[in-house]
């Protein structure tokens, strides 16, 4: 009497709800990816530029990848616009955090960078302006920033960093290195912070290239490996377009490991294929 019934088998009605739970999640995943993709399609296509400004001797290339997981969008982001006087600026940026509301602040950062350089010409200004605006804004995110200013007729670019990676570049007469320019904390964590401009002049062919930390980091990928990979691999490509080394140095970013957004904005200056042009190989 007291001896143990042996387990009941599932009935087909239990079967089939535990298929119905299975095939609900599984949709339920798969909405989630579309959903990612499809806001990362809306970042690209609205919230940042189509097109960047260049004039003759001078190219200019972006590109940018999310995040390969999640929703982990929105950090990462880049700017380009000519300014009143005919100068062209440029900006790249990562954002803390990546989801949809890091994609709002990004919009904010590069709209306020927008309207505050269109009546102050130092980089410095421009930056400690924008840092300013978001501190009083209170929204406890901040970003990392570098600002460049570029005169297309005397080649002489200005540049101001907000605690973001190091710029790379290379010149077509073998020259290269990574840009060691003085910084501010990143923007939106105190108020009246003030950010050292830089000047250098482009006076050679070659290519000034800007990236956001998932283009040269990872996991167990340090910075500074990173940054050396990417200044040989510049170097040598310096001769190709700059869209094509924009592709290249985005896709030298998956030796990373890395799970971060990544965007890469290119500068190349002097002639397309200038002395010491080297293949533009895949």
Do not use: K
Not at 98 to 111: L, Y
Not at 194 to 205: A, C, F, G, S
Request: net charge neutral; aromatic share 4%; glycine share 10%.
């Amino acid at each position: 009497m007291n001896r143990r019934r042996p387990p009941r088998s599932a009935s087909s009605e239990e079967l089939l709800t535990t298929l119905q739970q299975l095939t609900s999640r599984a949709r339920r995943e798969v909405e989630l990816h579309r959903a990612r993709l499809e806001l990362a399609e809306v970042l690209q296509r609205d919230m940042l530029p189509a097109t960047l400004p260049a004039r003759p001797g001078l190219q200019t290339a972006a590109r940018y990848t999310p995040a390969r997981s999640g929703l982990d969008i929105g950090g990462d982001w880049y700017d380009g616009f000519v300014l009143p006087d005919g100068a062209l600026a440029f900006a790249i940026g990562d954002v803390q955090g990546h989801d949809v509301e890091a994609a709002a602040f990004m919009g904010q950062v590069r709209i306020a960078m927008r309207a505050i350089a269109a009546t102050a010409t130092d980089p410095g200004e421009v930056v400690a302006r924008t840092n300013d605006l978001l501190v009083s804004a209170g929204s406890g995110l901040f970003a990392t920033c570098t600002f460049v200013r570029l005169d297309p007729r005397s080649r002489e670019l200005y540049s101001a960093r907000a605690g973001h990676v190091a710029a790379v570049w290379a010149t077509t007469d073998g020259r290269s290195g990574v840009t060691s320019d003085e910084g501010g904390l990143p923007l939106g964590i105190q108020a009246g912070e003030r950010y050292p401009v830089t000047r250098r002049r482009l006076t050679d062919p070659g290519a000034f290239v800007l990236v956001t930390d998932g283009v040269v980091e990872g996991p167990s990928f340090p910075v500074d490996r990173g940054l050396d990979a990417v200044t040989r691999l510049v170097l040598a490509r310096v001769g190709c377009g700059a869209g094509e080394l924009a592709d290249a140095v985005l896709r030298a970013a998956e030796q990373t490991g890395h799970r971060d957004d990544a965007a890469v904005l290119v500068v190349r200056h002097g002639p397309a294929h200038g002395p010491g042009h080297r293949p533009c190989a895949a």
